[in-house]
């Protein structure tokens, strides 16, 4: 896929890309497949790109994972699937220093969970030398959406109105006489678990008060009562015209692979949603609609939480929300550019011909691309435990 060299934002160590790839569906297809040993005897001692996600043959993982093993196949490549039946007894060989894993992509940790599985493989492959995509501790801080708030909230991102409330402990915040978030059934507010994800476990409160809110947030905890948990109030935005004559939510979701970004205009699919979730936003788009900051934001957002590959969903907001990154309505006037979904390292790897509120084909087949190329950098050219790409962690 054809990429555009064009620096954007205020620049990383790297100069960032901005995608110019097709966003029809690919019509080819890939006939190839991971090997995903169902038997630990079956395991190698060395891989040069591995994968997880729990079970072989997934339909949302699927035209990926081929895509995947094509790539890595033309670049003689080692490849593995680490799932279900072999993972723990590959994170035990890994910590022995019977196997060694290159570069990996983790599709399946749960961060906050302390003996998570999948959490457990990624450690250790970073542990023992091998490059994981993002580093297990970036992503365990930025996943979670309290940690990541108060970090955006510091270095001046657009983030909407929310206050943390630990664990168990909303029925004495609700009673705090000064709240920066009103109680009075005058606002819409969610509740959000701070390591939820496809969003799970969020629960939307109208007309909020006191009580309403302690009745959803009994419906909201079902889904980890020990996690903690931020409470946001609801942002709005406009609508603006894109290049085909059509109006869209002024609403976003940003792509950032391996010093790429690639931006979408973005709509969750819901009951009567016609049409796929993605478009790509376009060159022309960005110019007339002046959304460089659009980019900027996204940039900066890399260079903050130091990862290689996740997603971002961002807005301009009609709200008076404090950010550094502003850009024009409909009526010219300067709005805040705020994140809604901060950070999310499990990107949908899903594709637009299967289920239309996924990305488009040609899109994940490029990622599988890029993670090839970048797995076989790391096999060519830097002894285990090297950095493979530049740092990202400098203040935004």
Same mark, same amino acid.
């Given at each position: 896929?054809?990429?555009?060299?064009?620096?954007?934002?205020?620049?990383?160590?790297?100069?960032?890309?901005?995608?110019?790839?097709?966003?029809?569906?690919?019509?080819?297809?890939?006939?190839?497949?991971?090997?995903?040993?169902?038997?630990?005897?079956?395991?190698?001692?060395?891989?040069?790109?591995?994968?997880?996600?729990?079970?072989?043959?997934?339909?949302?993982?699927?035209?990926?994972?081929?895509?995947?093993?094509?790539?890595?196949?033309?670049?003689?490549?080692?490849?593995?699937?680490?799932?279900?039946?072999?993972?723990?007894?590959?994170?035990?060989?890994?910590?022995?220093?019977?196997?060694?894993?290159?570069?990996?992509?983790?599709?399946?940790?749960?961060?906050?969970?302390?003996?998570?599985?999948?959490?457990?493989?990624?450690?250790?492959?970073?542990?023992?030398?091998?490059?994981?995509?993002?580093?297990?501790?970036?992503?365990?801080?930025?996943?979670?959406?309290?940690?990541?708030?108060?970090?955006?909230?510091?270095?001046?991102?657009?983030?909407?109105?929310?206050?943390?409330?630990?664990?168990?402990?909303?029925?004495?915040?609700?009673?705090?006489?000064?709240?920066?978030?009103?109680?009075?059934?005058?606002?819409?507010?969610?509740?959000?678990?701070?390591?939820?994800?496809?969003?799970?476990?969020?629960?939307?409160?109208?007309?909020?008060?006191?009580?309403? *809110?302690?009745?959803?947030? #009994?419906?909201? !905890?079902?889904?980890?009562? %020990?996690? /903690?948990?931020?409470?946001?109030? $609801? +942002?709005?935005?406009?609508?603006?015209?894109?290049?085909?004559?059509?109006?869209?939510?002024?609403?976003?979701?940003?792509?950032?692979?391996?010093?790429?970004?690639?931006?979408?205009?973005?709509?969750?699919?819901?009951?009567?949603?016609?049409?796929?979730?993605?478009?790509?936003?376009?060159?022309?788009?960005?110019?007339?609609?002046?959304?460089?900051?659009?980019?900027?934001?996204?940039?900066?957002?890399?260079?903050?939480?130091?990862?290689?590959?996740?997603?971002?969903?961002?807005? *301009?907001?009609?709200?008076? #929300?404090?950010? !550094?990154?502003?850009?024009? %309505?409909? /009526?010219?006037?300067?709005?805040? $550019? +705020?994140?809604?979904?901060?950070?999310?390292?499990?990107?949908?790897?899903?594709?637009?011909?299967?289920?239309?509120?996924?990305?488009?084909?040609?899109?994940?087949?490029?990622?599988?691309?890029?993670?090839?190329?970048?797995?076989?950098?790391?096999?060519?050219?830097?002894?285990?435990?090297?950095?493979?790409?530049?740092?990202?962690?400098?203040?935004?």
């Amino acid at each position: 896929m054809a990429t555009t060299q064009k620096t954007v934002g205020s620049g990383l160590a790297a100069p960032v890309r901005l995608w110019s790839g097709p966003e029809e569906p690919e019509t080819e297809s890939a006939r190839h497949s991971l090997s995903a040993p169902r038997r630990c005897e079956e395991l190698a001692p060395h891989y040069d790109l591995t994968l997880s996600h729990p079970a072989v043959d997934m339909d949302s993982f699927r035209a990926f994972d081929a895509w995947l093993a094509k790539a890595a196949a033309a670049r003689g490549l080692t490849c593995c699937l680490f799932h279900d039946d072999n993972v723990e007894e590959a994170t035990r060989r890994l910590r022995a220093g019977r196997l060694q894993c290159g570069f990996h992509l983790d599709y399946y940790a749960l961060w906050h969970v302390p003996d998570d599985p999948y959490a457990r493989l990624a450690q250790a492959v970073h542990d023992r030398g091998g490059r994981t995509i993002n580093v297990p501790e970036r992503s365990r801080e930025f996943t979670n959406k309290a940690q990541a708030h108060v970090q955006l909230l510091e270095h001046g991102f657009g983030v909407p109105l929310s206050v943390r409330v630990p664990s168990g402990s909303m029925a004495e915040w609700v009673q705090t006489p000064s709240l920066s978030l009103r109680l009075d059934g005058s606002e819409t507010l969610f509740i959000k678990p701070a390591n939820g994800f496809g969003s799970r476990g969020i629960v939307c409160v109208e007309h909020c008060d006191r009580e309403r *809110l302690l009745a959803a947030w #009994e419906n909201a !905890r079902q889904f980890d009562a %020990g996690d /903690d948990y931020i409470v946001q109030r $609801l +942002v709005t935005w406009p609508r603006l015209s894109g290049d085909d004559g059509i109006e869209r939510n002024a609403y976003w979701r940003v792509f950032y692979c391996l010093g790429e970004l690639i931006p979408f205009w973005w709509a969750k699919q819901e009951t009567g949603f016609a049409g796929p979730s993605y478009r790509r936003l376009t060159g022309a788009e960005i110019k007339r609609l002046r959304l460089q900051p659009l980019l900027a934001y996204a940039e900066d957002l890399a260079g903050l939480c130091g990862m290689n590959w996740f997603s971002t969903e961002i807005c *301009l907001s009609d709200g008076d #929300e404090p950010s !550094r990154y502003q850009a024009p %309505g409909p /009526d010219g006037r300067m709005r805040p $550019l +705020v994140a809604i979904d901060y950070v999310n390292d499990q990107c949908d790897v899903d594709v637009q011909s299967r289920c239309p509120g996924s990305p488009p084909d040609a899109l994940i087949r490029h990622v599988a691309e890029r993670f090839a190329e970048a797995a076989l950098v790391r096999k060519n050219t830097l002894p285990f435990g090297a950095a493979v790409f530049p740092s990202h962690n400098r203040a935004a």
